[in-house]
């Protein structure tokens, strides 16, 4: 059974880099067409995609988040990170780790349990 | 940055019909991107409840139902039981700014 769990540190100091990686157990991050991608879900709010990436790259982000993105994978570890630049409190949200396959019409069919982050001043 | 409008809440009896309305545009379901719906309760991870606008993958009650119209969608969940109460939220994609994955407002579904 796929499962997938983020980490990272649950404090970023504003305008630091937040840094969370997500890994991948019960099936390997290169097996099938999938996409491995971020969502986060701010306090009392509704959830947005951060940005996606195939296990050979080819990284494609969210237009809005775009200049603070930085997503990387690590086969060798099963692993996929997400850094984000230059935070501030209203980047304090869940983060999710999901899997999607390729493609504009597609669903996140397995996601990751989330960690909260905030941002302090 | 919601691009799809559900509304806040909505409530029902146990055994009772409730609906959700996720309105889009011309650039995400008015485009022909399909529709999905997650079920996310506290403090647990989203849950893909319909996918490609009104297919239930495996273990989804038959409960649970989606459909589309022009710029909208619609979740409906019949029978209502308890264990439904929980957040949904609809998500697409959106043609504008080169592309990107959206999500709905979120609904709160309470069970009187």
């Known amino acids: 059974q796929l499962q997938l769990q983020e980490s990272g540190p649950g404090l970023v100091k504003s305008s630091e880099t937040l840094s969370l990686t997500c890994t991948v157990s019960g099936g390997s991050i290169t097996s099938g067409p999938y996409y491995w991608g971020w969502i986060r879900q701010p306090p009392g709010k509704g959830l947005e995609w951060i940005g996606s990436?195939?296990?050979?790259?080819?990284?494609y982000y969210n237009p809005s988040l775009k200049s603070r993105i930085t997503m990387s994978v690590d086969t060798s570890k099963n692993q996929f990170s997400l850094k984000l630049a230059s935070v501030t409190a209203t980047d304090t949200a869940v983060f999710y780790c999901a899997r999607h396959p390729p493609g504009a019409t597609e669903s996140f069919d397995h996601w990751g349990q989330g960690t909260l982050v905030t941002v302090y001043s | 940055q919601s691009v799809l409008t559900q509304p806040p809440s909505v409530s029902g009896a146990p055994g009772q019909r409730v609906t959700i309305s996720c309105t889009g545009s011309s650039s995400n379901i008015g485009a022909g991107y399909d529709v999905h719906w997650y079920q996310v309760l506290p403090g647990t991870a989203p849950k893909l409840l319909i996918s490609d606008n009104n297919s239930r993958p495996s273990g989804v009650p038959d409960r649970f139902s989606g459909s589309n119209s022009v710029t909208s969608a619609s979740l409906a969940i019949t029978g209502l039981q308890a264990e439904d109460e929980a957040d949904y939220y609809c998500q697409s994609y959106d043609n504008s700014l080169g592309g990107y994955y959206v999500f709905g407002t979120g609904t709160k579904v309470t069970v009187l």
């Open positions: 990436i195939y296990y050979s790259g080819s990284p």
